[in-house]
C-alpha cells in the first residue's frame, strides 16, 4: 500500500502556515525582501523553539499582501497537498490578514483564493472549503469584525467559523457573540482548544462557543469524563500529531493520545496545522501513524469516513469525495 496514494482528508489547515518555503522565498524575491534568515540550508523553515516559530511563521508571511498573493499561495497549497493524496481540505482563512477585516476587501480576497481552488479542482481533483478564522489573541473586537466578514460571505465556498491563535489569551465565552453571528449566517463552528490549554478550555469551548468540532482537543485524554462527553455528543477532533509532537505537546509519536482517544469512542481525524514548519505533510503523518499505533488501510478509511461525515461542506460535494474514497482499494 502506497501512503502517499491513499485518499486523504484535511479539516485543519492554516492556509498562510501550509505556504511551501519555496513559495515564500519567490514571493520574497519579487518584493526584494530579504528573508534569508528564516530558512535553513536546504530551503526549509528554521527556528529554534515555539517562540522562535511565531517570529518565523510572522517573517514568512509578511510577503502576502494582496489578493493576487493569496491565489497564488492557494495554488501552490493545493499542488502540495495534492501530492499527498488530499482530495478534500478545509482551510483556515483570516479575513485580519486578508484586507484588515473590511467586508467590501474581504469579498476580494475570496474572489481570488476561490478562483485559484477551481482552477486547483480542475487540475488536480482537489476540493477546498474556507473557514473563516477569528484570532484570540487579537481580542473579541476584532474577531467580531471576522465574523461580520463571515456572515457576509457564508455560502458554498466559506462554510465555517473558528477561532485560532494564542489559547493562553482571553477565555472562549468572550468570543460567543462572533461565535453566534456566525452560527445564526448558517456557519458551521470550530475553535481551537486542548492543544497548549488543558481539559477545561476544551469544557469551555464546547459551553460557550457551542462547536461541533474541536480543532486539537487532544488534552482532553486528562479528563476521562470529558473523553466520555466528546464520544457520546459525537464531537469531532481535529487531531494534528505531528505538530504536537514538533511543538513539545507529546515527546514522541508512540505517546500521542489519538489512538488511545479513538479507542474511547471519540472521532478523530488527521490534518497537518501548518505543515511545512512542522516539517511534515499528510503522507508523513500516516506514515508515522502507522508506525507508532499500527495503522493500515482499514484505520485510514475509517479516519477519512470520520473526516467526511465532520466536514463543512454540502452533500453533493460530501456524495463527490465519498466516491473518490470509495473507488481505492481499503479492505
Ligand atoms: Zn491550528
New binding site residues.
Given amino acids: 500500500m502506497s501512503l502517499s496514494e491513499l485518499p486523504k482528508l484535511e479539516l485543519?489547515l492554516?492556509l498562510e502556515g501550509a505556504a511551501p518555503p519555496a513559495f515564500i522565498r519567490g514571493l520574497a524575491k519579487e518584493k526584494s525582501v530579504d528573508l534569508s534568515g528564516i530558512f535553513r540550508e536546504d530551503g526549509s523553515y528554521a527556528y529554534r523553539d515555539f517562540v522562535h516559530f511565531l517570529s518565523v511563521y510572522e517573517a514568512a508571511t509578511s510577503v502576502l499582501k494582496s489578493p493576487e498573493d493569496y491565489a497564488r499561495l492557494v495554488t501552490a497549497v493545493l499542488e502540495e497537498s495534492a501530492a499527498h493524496g488530499v482530495v478534500y481540505c478545509e482551510t483556515f482563512v483570516s479575513p485580519d490578514f486578508c484586507g484588515g477585516s473590511d467586508v467590501g476587501a474581504w469579498r476580494e480576497y475570496l474572489h481570488a483564493m476561490q478562483d485559484a481552488a477551481d482552477r486547483a479542482e480542475a487540475q488536480h481533483g482537489i476540493i477546498l472549503r474556507g473557514i473563516v478564522t477569528c484570532i484570540r489573541h487579537f481580542g473579541p473586537e476584532k474577531a467580531k469584525a471576522s465574523a461580520r466578514c463571515a456572515a457576509e460571505t457564508a455560502g458554498d465556498w466559506i462554510t465555517g467559523f473558528g477561532i485560532?491563535g494564542d489559547e493562553g489569551q482571553g477565555k472562549p465565552r468572550d468570543f460567543a457573540y462572533s461565535f453566534d453571528m456566525a452560527r445564526e449566517a448558517g456557519l458551521r463552528l470550530t475553535a481551537?482548544a486542548g492543544e497548549w490549554g488543558g481539559p477545561q478550555s476544551v469544557k469551555d469551548a464546547l459551553d460557550d462557543l457551542k462547536v461541533e468540532r474541536i480543532?486539537h482537543g487532544v488534552r482532553a485524554i486528562e479528563d476521562l469524563a470529558l473523553v466520555d462527553r466528546l464520544a457520546e455528543d459525537g464531537i469531532t477532533l481535529e487531531v494534528?500529531p505531528g505538530s504536537n509532537v514538533t511543538l513539545g505537546v507529546y515527546p514522541k509519536w508512540d505517546q500521542h493520545p489519538i489512538q488511545k482517544l479513538r479507542e474511547r469512542g471519540v472521532k478523530v481525524t488527521v490534518s497537518t496545522?501548518d505543515p511545512p514548519f512542522f516539517h511534515t505533510t499528510m503522507t508523513r503523518e500516516y506514515e508515522e501513524l502507522e508506525r507508532a499505533f499500527g495503522w493500515g488501510a482499514a484505520d485510514f478509511h475509517e479516519i477519512s469516513q470520520t473526516a467526511l461525515a465532520a466536514a463543512f461542506c454540502d452533500e453533493d460535494t460530501k456524495a463527490k469525495i465519498a466516491k473518490r474514497l470509495e473507488d481505492h482499494p481499503h479492505e
Fill in positions: 485543519h492554516h485560532a481551537h480543532g494534528c496545522d
